[in-house]
């Protein structure tokens, strides 16, 4: 996902107008990076034991697929990483085997925003009734609380704060204009001290508690309302 990507999906999420939806990308021209899954995780599944397998179920939880109470240590593809495994590829409309194919390896390689795909309900359940599965994954809104903007705020100010790069503020101009056709709302440039919507470039940990780790592919991530900040991984620039 390229940055002007990156930018519409977080503005659907600030502006909080609908839940994004995204299809599975044409993979065959990306190449597996080793630093987050190595080429022998290739056909891996339930009852292997691999090293790197960690590293699997550490990015399912991060993007909502595996319950932050499942410990992410050691490398046993056991039922939970299977069964999460499948609701990845569910969602990306990929090959619903739980097996680490080449596709949903390169899938998952790839740069993406930091926003979850799910949401997981931790009381247990899989969300369709069945309790064998510890790890229930449903869709919703940000904690079940629907944020927005107020219901007369339609008019939304966005600044660039700190030392946003000169090269990408026409791609934000570009989106802003977008979603101000295609939307309810408007958005126009404001100052940094007055602005509903902040944009900034951000590097590791930046001080919100979600820090950038570097080598993770993780391109941006965005505050619900009325919160409104936008960070992007300038390390992913």
């Not at 940055?3 to 600030?14: A, E, G, I, R």
């Not at 630093?35 to 909502?64: C, D, M, T, W």
């Not at 009734?129 to 790890?135: A, L, M, S, V």
């Amino acid at each position: 996902m390229d940055l002007t990507s990156c930018l519409q999906v977080m503005f659907v999420l600030v502006a909080a107008i609908a839940p994004h939806a995204i299809m599975a990308r044409h993979l065959h021209t990306h190449k597996l990076s080793s630093s987050i899954f190595p080429q022998h995780l290739v056909g891996s599944g339930k009852g292997h034991n691999i090293e790197g397998i960690h590293n699997v179920r550490a990015f399912l939880q991060r993007y909502g697929y595996l319950s932050t109470n499942v410990d992410t240590e050691g490398n046993a593809f056991d039922d939970n990483l299977e069964f999460a495994l499948k609701s990845y590829q569910k969602f990306f409309n990929l090959n619903v085997s739980g097996i680490l194919d080449g596709e949903t390896l390169e899938l998952m390689s790839q740069p993406r925003c930091g926003v979850p795909d799910v949401f997981i309900n931790e009381t247990g359940g899989d969300g369709n009734g069945d309790g064998d599965h510890p790890i229930g994954l449903h869709y919703t809104f940000i904690n079940d609380l629907k944020p927005k903007w107020g219901t007369s705020k339609y008019n939304l100010k966005y600044a660039f704060v700190g030392s946003f790069p000169k090269q990408y503020k026409a791609t934000v101009v570009r989106a802003m204009h977008n979603w101000s056709s295609k939307s309810g709302f408007k958005f126009t440039k404001g100052s940094a001290n007055k602005a509903d919507v902040k944009i900034s470039f951000e590097v590791g940990e930046h001080g919100d508690g979600h820090p950038f780790k570097e080598g993770s592919g993780e391109l941006a991530h965005a505050f619900a309302p009325e919160d409104g900040r936008l960070h992007f991984n300038a390390r992913e620039a």
